[in-house]
């Protein structure tokens, strides 16, 4: 079946520019979380959401960064003012009820920002 | 807060070597364990998983071996291959804490043929 999908694969942006984010999860997958990689480094937690419940929102590292979801489908993930340090693979996770605590990833977003 | 440790690389290896990648763990409750991979130009998977003590997650000839007493699940493999290079990243998560995962810095593992 279809994985998770993210869109655009690829984004370069001028610094102060404002930028989207998409991720499809897979069908039915309650949980949808998103984590930044920066070069050389592991994966930071971003944000999640579960089903209607309010959003945890603790790994946002400022108020330039801000996530929906539409219901238990599409999230988009926007970076205001961009700067240079919001260069990262930006990666989208889903996960079923049923095994909460198994997370399927996307390709990611590699955003560069100039 | 939660937090991973794993050993640093890049690691680079012989075909049909041992491998052994240390991972260590600190958590304020009682985690699920993981290792991750991911493979050159590609998206990151699940390689292996472990939900309770002394559980040993495999996959791929890869082992680990949840252990509660030293907070370690160390990724080992007996015979690698050129195909095993790769990023291994060792992660855990907690249903209470919604099971975002925290993950190590990722450890580089380069194979020689």
């Known amino acids: 079946g279809a994985g998770v999908s993210q869109s655009p694969s690829n984004k370069v942006t001028e610094k102060g520019k404002d930028v989207e984010l998409r991720c499809d999860p897979i069908?039915?997958?309650?949980?949808l979380y998103w984590y930044r990689q920066r070069l050389g480094q592991g994966l930071e937690f971003l944000i999640y959401f579960q089903g209607n419940s309010a959003p945890d929102k603790s790994g946002l590292p400022s108020d330039r960064f801000s996530a929906e979801r539409t219901g238990e489908s599409v999230s988009t993930l926007t970076i205001q003012r961009t700067q240079q340090e919001d260069s990262a693979v930006y990666l989208c996770a889903s996960s079923p009820e049923q095994v909460q605590n198994e997370q399927f990833f996307g390709p990611g977003t590699r955003l560069t920002v100039l | 807060g939660d937090s991973v440790t794993q050993m640093e690389g890049p690691v680079t290896l012989s075909e049909e070597a041992f491998l052994t990648i240390n991972c260590t763990y600190t958590a304020t409750g009682y985690p699920s364990l993981f290792w991750y991979v991911q493979y050159p130009g590609e998206g990151l998977q699940l390689l292996l998983k472990?939900?309770?003590?002394?559980d040993k997650g495999s996959n791929k000839g890869f082992e680990a071996t949840y252990r509660k007493e030293t907070t370690s699940f160390h990724l080992e493999k007996g015979s690698v291959q050129v195909s095993d290079s790769a990023v291994y990243f060792c992660a855990l998560s907690e249903i209470v804490r919604g099971n975002k995962l925290v993950f190590g810095a990722g450890t580089i593992l380069r194979v020689k043929s």
């Open positions: 472990a939900t309770k003590a002394d």
């Open positions: 069908s039915g997958h309650t949980a």
